[in-house]
């Protein structure tokens, strides 16, 4: 069978290495701070390899070893001060919080659309299912976008029971909210509930409910700004 042909006309993909520097170039701009960190981390790894190498009677042959370790410590200081400053750009525009439920990986299934929006206040309650259970995370500030959660909260427990567990997370920067950047990293630490059938199950059936139709915010993506894993191993 033969293979299609590529389309000349299409834009190439960019290497791996411009991949990183293009995101280095947007970090750059909100953080200039990141190139001083990321050198701090070289230098400082490699003046360390070069300490202990004196002590071991090797000092070529370790600080060699820790060029490599100097380096992959710069893009792993690049890429969090990139995912920092990706979320700064997208706080305070509408619907930023689907672009912080998009960051978690795999196994959760987020909805594309708020599942509940109030016309008046534009407050709005987005979902995701994963195995610890149905979460909603509100967009809009306390304690009004609590009474939107609270009724989507009913909604899901006469849907699917009182046994799925139900998490609720408020967005934002204030008492009693979690900010953007830090709501994959509390749902990661929840302890799981559900089994992945049961997990897809319950995302079919909420699904089939319907959820309101609204764009993801212009902007940058937090999920994009991150460097290729496979370019930071030099693959």
Same mark, same amino acid.
């Given at each position: ?55 071991? $009677?090797? /000092?070529?042959? &370790?600080? =060699?070893?820790?060029? *490599? %370790?100097?380096?992959?410590?710069? @893009? ?53 299912? $994963?195995? /610890?259970?149905? &979460?909603? =995370?509100?967009?809009? *500030? %306390?304690?009004?976008?609590?009474? @939107? ?87």
């Amino acid at each position: 069978m033969a293979r299609a042909k590529k389309d000349p006309s299409a834009p190439k993909k960019p290497g791996r290495v411009k991949q990183i520097f293009n995101v280095f170039q947007m970090t750059r701009k909100t953080d200039p701070a990141v190139v001083w960190w990321m050198l701090l981390a070289f230098v400082g790894t490699i003046a360390i390899g070069l300490g202990i190498g004196y002590l071991v $009677g090797h /000092p070529i042959y &370790v600080t =060699v070893l820790c060029v *490599p %370790l100097g380096f992959m410590l710069a @893009l792993i200081i690049m890429a969090r001060r990139a995912e920092r400053a990706a979320f700064s750009q997208l706080a305070g525009q509408q619907g930023a919080t689907l672009a912080a439920l998009q960051n978690l990986r795999r196994g959760w299934s987020v909805e594309e659309t708020p599942v509940a929006i109030d016309p008046r206040t534009q407050d709005m309650v987005f979902r995701a299912i $994963g195995r /610890p259970g149905v &979460v909603l =995370v509100s967009e809009g *500030p %306390l304690p009004r976008v609590s009474k @939107l959660t609270e009724a989507q909260s009913k909604h899901v427990k006469r849907v699917l029971g009182e046994n799925v567990p139900v998490i609720v997370l408020h967005a934002g920067d204030g008492d009693g909210q979690t900010p953007l950047i830090r709501i994959s990293r509390v749902l990661s630490k929840k302890r799981p509930e559900l089994s992945k059938t049961q997990v897809s199950e319950i995302s079919k059936r909420l699904r089939a409910l319907g959820g309101i139709k609204m764009p993801v915010p212009k902007g940058i993506d937090p999920t994009r700004m991150r460097p290729d894993r496979k370019a930071m191993r030099g693959r």
